[in-house]
């Protein structure tokens, strides 16, 4: 069964930057649509930003400008760059990847991203 480690999550100051990485255990990210989700308290887990297999790239409004979502074949890793972070921003982050169905269906453990002013 694939798994999805995720790591770059931290605490960071309005107008910080963070990168996210996300890497399928036991395969390649090549060939696979995979995305960034957002939790924020009390909200539901919202699509961020996310790459299908041939590199077409979506983003949610609110971080259009802000996040880059890229592949690194190589890295067999899928990565998440965050600029200019505001505190809305805040929440806890998943990596997900279409495995199995044309859905998101495998996630990462997820990691927390704080944001202060």
């Known amino acids: 069964q694939v798994q999805l480690v995720e790591s770059g999550g931290g605490s960071v100051q309005a107008g910080g930057s963070l990168r996210l990485s996300c890497a399928p255990s036991?395969?390649?990210?090549?060939?696979?649509?995979m995305g960034w989700f957002r939790r924020a308290r009390g909200t539901e887990r919202d699509r961020v930003a996310s790459?299908?297999?041939?590199?077409?790239?979506y983003y949610a409004d609110s971080v259009k400008g802000r996040f880059t979502i890229s592949r690194d074949n190589a890295r067999k890793s899928v990565f998440l760059q965050m600029n200019s972070l505001k505190p809305e921003d805040t929440g806890v982050y998943y990596c997900?990847?279409?495995?199995?169905?044309?859905?998101?269906?495998?996630w990462g453990q997820g990691t927390q991203v704080t944001v202060f002013s």
């Open positions: 036991g395969r390649a990210v090549s060939g696979l649509d």
């Open positions: 997900g990847a279409k495995i199995a169905s044309n859905e998101f269906d495998t």
């Open positions: 790459i299908t297999w041939s590199d077409i790239t």
